[in-house]
């Protein structure tokens, strides 16, 4: 099979025909529609920027949503923590909410690509690209955040358990909707959260493996945990299977090495040229879970025996 | 330091030639003012204000683009080529195929075996098979698109050795084996029978990309003279000239190449400016416009030359107290599609010989045998990257050495200092070492500097659970100071004016390294003058003599040395004009600080400026040219025996590093690089280089690798070939050690691809020594690292 | 092919312009307005080499759509320029320190570090390094860039 045109002759040039900045949400959800599905929406644009470049997106009418009023916020409701639309990974990372009340999400946003890159790119834009690995969709998967998605029809609120369809498809249509806020729970004394990347270098990396944790402590014990893993599937994968062997169990190293191994058995990560084989990552999740589930138990105030 | 280093300089061996030169350069004594300070870079102000303009920044109004039709096939025939609807397109200014062609239609740096533009067959994916140049980018991109080609596929060659087997499909005419070398010193059998131990190992490296910032680009630009002037980045302004005029079908007096500063080289810009020369003219011709071609990232990384990969294979024998009795090794050293810089110019040039002298490592070895091949795959080819060829087999013969030391219950330093090169030693190739071999003094002060002892004793865990553990390694190196051709001479001009200013014109390029600064402080040092008093001429075909490329580490040392020598024609017209000022004999004249002076009575003096005007006024010679060719070099066709080289710089790194054994991450702590330099000229813009080669050195160790896949490249963008940040490389700190050469200027010797080279094994030997994992496939990423753990049954119980 | 009309602040000078829709900030800059000193390394802001500072804060002008300027303020390096024709002190100190040795990476260094500063005056290494880790250099090794940046931080207090 001879190898596409575009994988060996490369353009600096995008083509685009068109570029809209709207004022409101109203406006913009109005462009996206009167465009029948063919606009894209723009946030930061590091993702949507290169594959322009590369041609793998052919759209002609460009919707920049980085100017919306009222996206950038991040505000404790409740038990609940809300991050609007245009947040920023710095502004995320940066953020003394959300370092205490969320910190693998905070630890995430700090890794992805470069702070040239987290100035602008938001966590709206990284849940919408949908790829398996991006650091501020695993620890917001396993935050079990929820995102709401405006379109000129209204309003719905979409669980992240149901937002991942496949690799690059999310339940969100970038032709016709935008994701205006990110909502979960906040820590409370008794949990804890983690995430530990695995990459080649260490910053502007590939990610090999990630895995967020968020724990509940109940005294020695684990009452329930949430794992999430990439890439180990097309999508954020949450680890049921570990998450469900640990719950009620005493927290000790026998407990999560075995949580470990439970994992191996649901995910599945393919071989990657670049990113490593199969059986490597298999050996890391193991590695990551016991890891991941030890960092946060013991944000949690629970020492793993 | 110093001190003990000039000490031991006393005790040369020189041979007759050696003697003779270097009583004609006679330098290595000379006290210094200007060379050997650390003068800030010429060209810094324009850098820090963004002032400085490479390729990229001239503009391109009224130029055609340039843009290549590249093959999407690893091997295939091209049976039909049809560019008329390209041609048909609206602002497309021409369309060529192979037939256009009004010359040569071939280039490269040693063969010209690859084609301007595909005629009958591609070789490479990538290869190119169509040119067009159109008024903007977009339209060139779909006149591109627009050319149809049919083409047969051949099965292809992915793996250099199937392409050594009787059957395989032929690449080249030739077949496919471009180069068959041997060295063989002594009876490695003998050797063999003498040993206490025999190791057996094979080492593999993949392809690399150099990943310089800079694409490339080059201008091709008609004069009305009918010359075809070429600008761009480049290293080998010559070289290239040398290959365009042919392929345009004119004299090379009808070319004329122009360098733009270069946004790094590590050379790769040796040769990728030849092809896009070549190319960017022959649009130029045929349309009588200029013609820009700049590439993008990801068409650099699929287009040019890479770091050749090498399967080496060896065996070595050694005593119980770590004397090394024999040496026998197997280099299969992947060429890719296209000869480049790979193939051997007799008697002891191109990548390929270099790897194979260098390959038994700086040892006294009594039997070697080395056989090495050069083979032709369905691969990007592999040029010259930073070591040309020495840093793969160091992989080899530096890890080789930790493994034979940890067979034997010895210290990885104590068998390099079992065997370490010192003056008198006789190398592989049985050249004897006559002078300026520092290696022994770079290991001391290394360790010294680094604690090796006690940092070796203190390696281990480092934390309660037992996931990471502590480890430190070692690696030393040599590398030649010139090219090992009979044609390795360098040319030099110095034009003295009247007011004291003075001109200098040389040919070698600037990309980074600091030639541009080092070079006039060269000139400044032998008029008696301020580096700011010399303005360099940028390198010109039309104006600077033949200098040769700028690669090898030759740079400082042979055109330093012809620098020197035209120098000293105008110091004798002002040396002359001053005797009769001054009345003083001219043997006891010297010059410094702007003045020209008697030794005797240092009061007696004159500025310079006054005697270079006298000079003028009385006619005396202000032009002054020079020109050094280093001892000829030898190596036997069939034996590999001889002097390839006439010095080498020497150095030894250390470094530390913490390895997760349960994932294989790796964290570097401390490095520690001592090298013997002979003198270092600009101590702060060598200690740069020392920096910025051992960065490198560990993208090759840790992350850095051209991944293939049925010949297609699937990491063309950085995205994907990961080179270090700055997160990734720790505090490098450089020592330099100075034991004079008494062939270089003011004893110096080349220093831009030496820390490059044992960088990597240092480092694969410290994950070793820390974890137990041996990584003999580089690079050493966290998958490899986790896997040889494994195989090694795990890290150390202790 | 419509344009755009775009209003911005660069260099501390208001600009006007038309710009086709799907311009690139990095293109805007270096053939539309000639302000060279911002490269274009890899155009998918994995060097970092087109680093400028959007109202103050590093961004790679190669993923960033001209349009985003609008009424905002851009600082290239030629920003840096005084009328004296004095340097900065993190310009100083790269030189110093011989922190530029090809120079195709020093403008995006400059102005990363010039945010960070402005931010940070007194970074400890760990914090520069971070700060700077989206800007790749491939020939010095990164230890003289560290130094210039903390002889500058040094140099300004």
Known sequence: MALAFEKLHWHSKLEVAEYLVPASLTEALDMLASHGGKARVIAGGTDVIPELRSRKLDVSVLVDVSRLPDMDGIEADGDDIVIGGGVTHAAAAASPLIQDKASALATGCGWVGSPQIRNVATLAGNLVSGQPAADASVPLLALDAEVTIASAKGERVVPLSEFFLGLGQTALDPGREILTSIRFQALADNQGSAYLRLAKRKALNLPILVCAVKATADGGNIASAAIALGPVAPVPFRERAAEEFVAGKPATMETLTQAGETATATCNPRDSLLRGSCDYRTEMVKVFVRRGLTAALAQAGCTVK | ?798 | MSTVELSFKLNGREVSLSVAPDTLLVDLLREGLGLTGTKAGCREGECGACTVLLDGTPMNSCLLPAVKAQGREVTTIEGLEKTDGSLEPLQEAFMGEGAAQCGFCTPAMILTATALLKNNPDPDEGEIRHALSGVICRCTGYRKIVQAVQTAAKARS
């Not at chain 2, 280039?107 to 067959?121: R, Y």
């Not at chain 2, 003219?281 to 700049?294: C, F, H, N, S, Y």
């Open chain 2, 1 to 798: 330091m110093q001190d003990k280093t000039q000490e031991k300089t006393k005790t040369q061996v020189l041979t007759r030639e050696e003697n003779e030169l270097a009583r004609r350069l006679r330098t290595a004594d000379k006290p210094l003012t200007v060379a050997g300070t650390s003068i800030g870079r010429r060209d810094d102000p324009l850098k820090v204000t963004g002032k400085l303009k490479y390729g990229a920044d001239y503009s391109a109004e009224g130029f055609l683009f340039g843009k290549i039709l590249r093959s999407p096939h690893a091997h295939a025939l091209i049976k039909s080529i049809n560019v008329k609807k390209a041609q048909e397109l609206e602002g497309v200014a021409a369309v060529l195929t192979a037939e256009d062609l009004p010359g040569r239609n071939g280039f490269g740096a040693i063969i010209p075996d690859q084609p301007v533009i595909c005629g009958d067959k591609v070789r490479f994916v990538g290869d190119g098979v169509a040119l067009v140049a159109a008024e903007t980018e977009t339209i060139a991109h779909q006149a591109l698109k627009l050319i149809e080609v049919e083409y047969e596929p051949l099965p292809g060659i992915f793996d250099p050795r199937d392409a050594m087997a009787e059957d395989a499909p032929k690449i080249h005419e030739g077949g496919n084996i471009l180069s068959d070398d041997k060295m063989v010193k002594g009876d490695v059998d003998a050797g063999f029978a003498e040993a206490d131990v025999i190791l057996e190992r094979t080492y593999q490296v993949p392809f690399l990309e150099h990943a310089y910032l800079e694409p490339d680009t080059t201008m091709a630009i008609p004069q009305p003279d009918g010359v075809m002037l070429i600008e761009g980045p480049m290293q080998a302004p010559f070289t290239t000239r040398r290959n365009v005029a042919p392929v345009l079908g004119v004299p090379i007096n009808q070319v004329r190449v122009r360098q733009i500063h270069m946004g790094g080289g590590f050379g790769g810009k040796e040769d990728s400016p030849i092809d896009l020369s070549c190319r960017a003219a022959v649009l130029a011709q045929a349309t009588g416009r200029p013609v820009k071609i700049t590439l993008e990232r990801e068409e650099v990384t699929i287009q040019t030359a890479k770091r050749h990969p090498m399967i080496m294979e060896l065996k070595v024998g050694v005593k119980k107290d770590g004397t090394l009795t024999a040496f026998q090794g197997v280099i299969y050293d992947e060429q890719g599609a296209y000869a480049s810089l790979g193939p051997k110019i007799p008697p002891a040039g191109g990548s390929h010989v270099h790897a194979m002298v260098m390959m038994p490592g700086p040892y006294e070895i009594p039997n070697v045998k080395v056989d090495a091949y050069l083979l032709y795959t369905n691969h990007p080819y592999g040029g010259a990257m930073r070591g040309f060829g020495a840093p793969q087999v160091h992989i080899a013969h530096e890890q080789m050495m930790d493994e034979l030391a940890a067979e034997l219950g010895i210290t990885a330093v104590d068998i390099r200092e079992k065997n370490a090169f010192r003056l008198g030693s006789q190398t592989a190739t049985g050249q004897v070492l006559s002078q300026s071999v520092g290696l022994r003094e770079t290991l001391e002060s290394c360790a010294d500097r680094f604690k090796w002892d006690e940092r070796l004793a203190a390696t281990g865990w480092v934390d309660q659970a037992h996931t990471k553990r502590r480890g430190v390694g070692v690696a030393m190196g040599w590398y030649r100071t010139s090219i090992g051709t009979n044609g390795d001479g360098c040319g030099a001009a110095v034009h003295l004016h009247e007011d004291g200013s003075v001109l200098l014109y040389s040919g070698i390029t600037e990309m980074g390294q600091g030639a541009f600064t080092v070079l006039p402080q060269i000139c400044a040092e032998e008029l008696g003058i301020m580096p700011e008093d010399v303005r360099l001429v940028k390198p010109d075909t039309d104006l600077v003599p033949e200098s040769g490329p700028t690669v090898g580490s030759r740079s400082t040392t042979l055109m330093g040395n012809a620098i020197i020598l035209a120098a000293r024609q105008v110091k004798e017209s002002l040396m002359d004009t001053a005797s009769m000022m001054l009345m003083v004999p001219t043997e006891r004249l010297d010059a410094k600080g702007r003045k020209i002076y008697d030794r005797e009575n240092p009061d007696k003096s004159l500025d310079f400026a006054a005697v270079a005007a006298r000079a003028m006024a009385a006619g005396k010679r202000m032009i002054g040219q020079g020109w050094w060719t280093p001892p000829v070099p030898s190596l036997d066709g069939h034996t590999g025996q001889g002097s390839p080289y006439h010095v080498y710089t020497y150095s030894t790194h250390m470094v530390q590093v913490v390895v997760d054994v349960e994932t294989g991450e790796v964290e570097l702590e401390d490095y520690v690089a001592a090298f013997d330099v002979g003198k270092a000229i600009n101590p702060k813009a060598l200690e740069g280089q020392i920096e910025g080669g051992v960065a490198m050195g560990l993208g090759y160790a840790l992350m850095e690798e051209v991944v293939l896949v049925e010949g297609v490249t699937q990491n063309p963008s950085l995205q994907g070939y990961l080179v270090p940040t700055m997160l990734d490389v720790p505090d490098i700190q450089p020592v330099i050690l100075e034991v004079t050469n008494e062939l270089g200027p003011y004893g110096a010797k080349g220093i831009g691809e030496m820390p490059n080279i044992p960088a990597t094994p240092a480092i694969i030997n410290a994950i070793a020594q820390a974890s137990n994992g041996r990584v003999r496939r580089l690079p050493a990423d966290p998958e490899r690292i986790f896997w040889a753990i494994k195989e090694a049954g795990g890290p150390p119980q202790d």
